[in-house]
Nanobody, 123 residues
Framework: QLQLVESGGGLVQPGGSLRLSCVAS????????IGWFRQAPGKEREGLSC????????NYANSVKGRFTISRDNSKNTVYLQMNSLKPEDAAIYYC????????????????WGQGTQVTVSS
């Protein structure tokens, strides 16, 4: 069973930063597009960012552009989401997902999902 495990969530004050990690087990992430998503209570899941297998191409949703940075270290089988200038509206469960790269950045469907990590932004 291929697995993705997110970590790094927690409680942070508005304006603060967190770095989320997404680690794959039982498979290697190179060759996969990785996406970060979030879902807040009562809201639909929101796609935030995605990164190509090499890390050379990234995309961001307008809601996080300029504040969040996606990166990957394939030698560590890990993808990161650096989140700066956090706002209360960023509070949600954050998920990473993997899809074999077929030339499409930020595909609509991802085959593998992590369990999520909670991010709370509050003073």
């Amino acid at each position: 069973q291929l697995q993705l495990v997110e970590s790094g969530g927690g409680l942070v004050q508005p304006g603060g930063s967190l770095r989320l990690s997404c680690v794959a087990s039982r498979f290697t992430l190179d060759g996969y597009t990785i996406g970060w998503f979030r879902q807040a209570p009562g809201k639909e899941r929101e796609g935030l960012s995605c990164i190509s297998p090499s890390g050379g191409t990234t995309n961001y949703a307008n809601s996080v552009k300029g504040r969040f940075t996606i990166s990957r270290d394939n030698s560590k089988n890990t993808v990161y989401l650096q989140m700066n200038s956090l706002k209360p509206e960023d509070a949600a469960i954050y998920y990473c997902a993997a899809q074999i790269f077929t030339g499409i950045m930020c595909p609509k469907e991802y085959a593998y999902w992590g369990q999520g990590t909670q991010v709370t932004v509050s003073s």
